[in-house]
């Protein structure tokens, strides 16, 4: 329904405050750089398409509690940088 829809729309959303990156950011956003932490998830809430039938499901919890568990300064090469406006 739309409202599943609309629903699933606002969770994306917040994934990005979260500081979450779609999906596939690390293919199909190559401009900016990015890693995935954890599995491919093809059912994640930050595919960019984010329709009805995607939610967050445990996978995008757990990887979630994990991102923001993460320490290091560095992950994959890559700075890990906390971006303040």
């Keep these: 329904s739309s409202i599943d829809h609309l629903v699933n729309f606002f969770h994306h959303e917040i994934g ?13 956003e190559p401009y900016d750089k990015s890693v ?3 599995p491919k998830n093809p059912m ?6 984010a329709p009805s039938s995607l939610y ?5 919890k757990t990887w979630l509690r ?4 993460y320490k ?4 994959k090469k ?8």
Excluded: C, W
């Design 16 to 28: 990005h405050i979260l500081g979450l990156r779609h999906e596939l950011a690390p293919v199909k």
């Design 66 to 69: 994990q991102f923001y568990a």
């Design 56 to 60: 967050v499901d445990d996978l995008d």
């Design 36 to 38: 995935r932490l954890g």
């Design 78 to 85: 890559l700075a890990i940088i906390d971006v303040t406006a």
């Design 72 to 75: 290091k300064p560095i992950h």
């Design 44 to 49: 994640s809430i930050m595919n960019s398409s």
